[in-house]
């Protein structure tokens, strides 16, 4: 048991390790306008893009970049979400949306993911421009 | 072939008189097993209906409703098989009431347990169609199919939210009660 833990312990800081360095990596250059028409289709029937928007099915995207994780307002985060610990860069969106689950444990966003990189540049780059 | 003595004739008449007692326990079992709450067999008959409906609309909202029609039946196929179940007995565990003939949905809820990363993916992939079909409808300017799949998406966090914990919840308080039963 103790043996089995002991390399829980060192799975799992070898995962955090990987990810952490993947936050680390430069995100490629995207195209926000290209990033605006991947908003529509990838996150629109659940977020909003407006300053002062809605909660839809999910919070608003409007200042996501730089916002502390799990923190708007009148949105009912996950336990994970909301004791993700860190604030929204582009890197972090880069490890987020191709795959929720695996950088924030629980979240209960249902997407399968944005796995397409350059749609995935383009993204950030529009949610970049929302402040 | 050799014939059975009248003690061994009465041993085969009991085994199989308990055989069929039990088979029918079991089918009586079952069929209580498989009973849904009537709300939601009510509310997944208008999703189908009213999916079946946004197949017949033209263009890339037919198609989308089209491809999100098979999902939505296994993913309701799968709810009914194992998660639903168990919230039959809401109104019973809310009432007080607990008794063991309540034992057959512990296999139900710990299977929820066990399969919540599956399940979740199930979500998630029923979002991503509806998704699709809402992005379809808004190019086709299509108001009831929008709606349809914003609706749809919202039903499908619900599951995520309070459905499916509900039912795993309901495992965790009925091993208890039935464990503290003398």
Request: with cysteine.
């Amino acid at each position: 048991m103790v043996r089995f833990s002991t390399i829980a312990r060192r799975f799992i800081a070898g995962g955090l390790l990987v990810l952490g360095l993947l936050s680390a990596l430069p995100v490629q250059a995207g195209d926000a306008a290209k990033g605006k028409s991947v908003f529509t289709s990838e996150c629109a029937m659940c977020h909003s893009n407006a300053r002062n928007g809605p909660t839809i099915l999910g919070p608003t995207l409007f200042g996501v970049v730089g916002r502390k994780a799990g923190t708007v307002a009148g949105f009912a985060y996950s336990s994970g979400m909301k004791s993700a610990g860190f604030a929204w860069s582009d890197a972090q969106l880069a490890a987020y949306l191709p795959s929720p689950r695996a950088l924030v444990a629980g979240t209960k966003m249902p997407y399968g993911g944005l796995k397409n990189p350059t749609k995935l540049a383009d993204l950030i780059a529009y949610l970049d421009t929302l402040k | 072939m050799r014939p059975k003595s009248p003690l061994m004739l009465r041993l085969l008449a009991f085994t199989a008189a308990a055989s069929l007692g039990l088979a029918g326990a079991v089918r009586a079992q079952s069929s209580a097993v498989h009973e849904l709450p009537q709300s939601l067999i009510y509310e997944h008959e208008q999703t189908i209906s009213e999916l079946e409906g946004l197949t017949h609309h033209p263009g890339a909202v037919g198609v989308e409703a089209t491809k999100a029609l098979d999902l939505f039946k296994r993913h309701i196929a799968h709810e009914q098989e194992y998660i639903l179940p168990p919230l039959t007995l809401l109104p019973d565990l809310a009432d007080g009431k607990v008794s063991q003939d309540m034992a057959w949905a512990l296999e139900m809820t710990d299977r929820v347990r066990t399969n919540q990363e599956q399940i979740f993916a199930e979500h998630a992939a029923v979002t991503d169609r509806m998704n699709a079909l809402y992005v379809a409808a808004l190019q086709a300017h299509d108001a009831e199919a929008a709606d349809f799949a914003k609706s749809a998406a919202a039903d499908s966090l619900n599951d995520l939210e309070i459905l499916e914990p509900t039912v795993i919840m309901i495992g965790d308080y009925l091993r208890t009660k039935l464990a503290a039963k003398p």
